[in-house]
């Protein structure tokens, strides 16, 4: 029989957040794959979790992933931990869920915190759905690109480094005023700030105060209008089909254009044919 690979949940924070399914599962490893094994053997001392530890990383998930896999064939319990929150959420991972699904070999979730969980509970926007974005791209044109995307009818969640925050606001404030935004920074520490305010006057709340722009961040940006889904009228793109193709291709070609039924459109196409 093949082992298992527990996704455990840590503390994004406050080690009190550790549940108790989270460290019994870490206890009763075999190995504990970790994004950085110095963060999080001090997790495991405070816990007194004496489990081996290896490195799994962007750099090595790969090379890593294969040795795991073969350990969980052999049988062993492998926990899979990020420096902090729910791993393989912009955090390696991935790579060695997939395999392990290829192989046949159990996955199981162990849950726990997550920054972004926490961020879109505390924002107050409606978030029957929400967009996770993770980590925008660190160039400003590259960034400002990304922006286009995300300009969506439901709340937007967004991780950013302390050293690019201040930008990360300058450019949300100019692709889209007039919305909101929640700035979350050090989520469950000493230091938790959670504030909603217009965009225009994010810059100005982070520049307040000097430590405002440490620790870690998570913003979420207010949901845009919804738009009505564009009306293609199937009349008038069947009347132009027709002008070069006979009419059960013209009805085949609106159908697809459309969405209205093809048996419809070739009834239509037939008397206008005629």
């Known amino acids: 029989m093949t082992g298992t690979l527990y996704l455990v949940a840590t503390p994004i ?15 009763a490893a075999d190995l504990v794959a970790c994004e950085d094994t110095r963060t999080s053997a001090k997790l495991l001392a405070h816990f007194g979790i004496g489990a081996r530890t290896v490195a799994l ?3 090595n998930e790969r090379t890593a992933a294969k040795a ?11 926990a899979l931990i990020s420096d902090a929150g729910t791993p393989a959420l912009s955090d390696p991972g991935a790579w060695l869920v997939a395999q392990a699904h290829a192989a046949g070999i159990p996955v199981s979730p162990v849950a726990g915190p997550s920054a972004a969980a926490a961020a879109i509970s505390a924002a107050g926007f409606p978030a029957s759905r929400f967009l996770f974005a993770g980590f925008l791209p660190a160039q400003a044109s590259a960034r400002r690109k990304a922006l286009e995307a995300l300009d969506l009818p439901c709340p937007v969640v967004i991780y950013e480094a302390p050293h690019r925050v201040r930008e990360t606001l300058a450019d949300l404030a100019a692709r889209f005023p007039g919305r909101e935004i929640v700035i979350a920074r050090e989520l469950s520490k000493k230091f938790e700030e959670v504030a909603r305010m217009p965009l225009a006057a994010a810059r100005g709340w982070l520049e307040a105060r000097p430590e405002r722009e440490q620790g870690e961040f998570v913003l ?13 009228d199937a009349e008038r793109v069947l009347d132009v089909l027709l002008a070069a193709l006979p009419p059960s291709e013209a009805a085949k070609l609106a159908a697809r254009i459309t969405g209205q039924p093809k048996a419809a459109l070739y009834k239509k196409a037939l008397a206008r044919a005629k």
Request: glycine fraction near 8%; avoid cysteine.
């Open 220 to 232: 979420v940006l207010a949901p845009g209008e919804e738009r009505p889904a564009a009306v293609v």
């Open 68 to 78: 795991l896999i073969e350990a969980l064939r052999q049988g062993k319990k492998v």
């Open 57 to 59: 990383h962007e750099h």
């Open 13 to 27: 924070g406050n080690l009190a957040d550790a549940s108790p399914r989270s460290l019994d599962t870490l206890r």
